[in-house]
């Protein structure tokens, strides 16, 4: 029985570690606004297993330039610091996605890991 239990828990671990380092890289969104369209703002505090960060084009110009960020909203996915997906506002200023949308993308790059 012993045997059996430190078995069942060795090949726990060995998955655990394989997961971990399949999944040690860091998804993050960005999501780039202004003051004056904040209405068409998403709520990115409700997606899960990612970073969120927003941020105000008035207020931070660099990033705006660093990101080559044209419209608003502008949301960014990035893969380990790496941008991998961007959704922009269309002519309306609104973004077509949907949050259901943005979740989908981040559990891609996660699923993706293990293929």
Same mark, same amino acid.
């Given at each position: ?5 430190s ?36 709520d ?5 297993d990612?970073?969120?960060? $927003?941020?105000? /084009? ?7 330039? =660093?990101?080559?960020? +044209?419209?608003?909203?502008? #949301? ?11 959704? $922009?506002?269309? /002519? ?7 949050? =259901?949308?943005l979740? +989908?993308?981040?559990?891609? #790059? ?6």
């Amino acid at each position: 029985m012993k045997r059996n239990i430190s078995t069942f828990l060795y090949i726990f671990l060995m998955v655990l570690f394989l997961c971990l380092g399949c999944c040690n890289s860091q998804v993050s969104i960005i999501q780039f606004n202004s003051n004056w369209n904040s209405e068409n703002t998403f709520d990115i505090s409700v997606l899960k297993d990612c970073e969120k960060s $927003e941020v105000v /084009i008035c207020e931070n110009p660099k990033l705006q330039e =660093k990101h080559k960020i +044209k419209s608003v909203p502008t #949301i960014i996915v990035f893969d380990d610091e790496e941008e991998v997906m961007r959704f $922009e506002a269309n /002519i309306m200023m609104k973004l077509t996605c949907t949050i =259901k949308d943005l979740q +989908k993308e981040i559990d891609k #790059i996660y699923l993706a890991k293990f293929e």
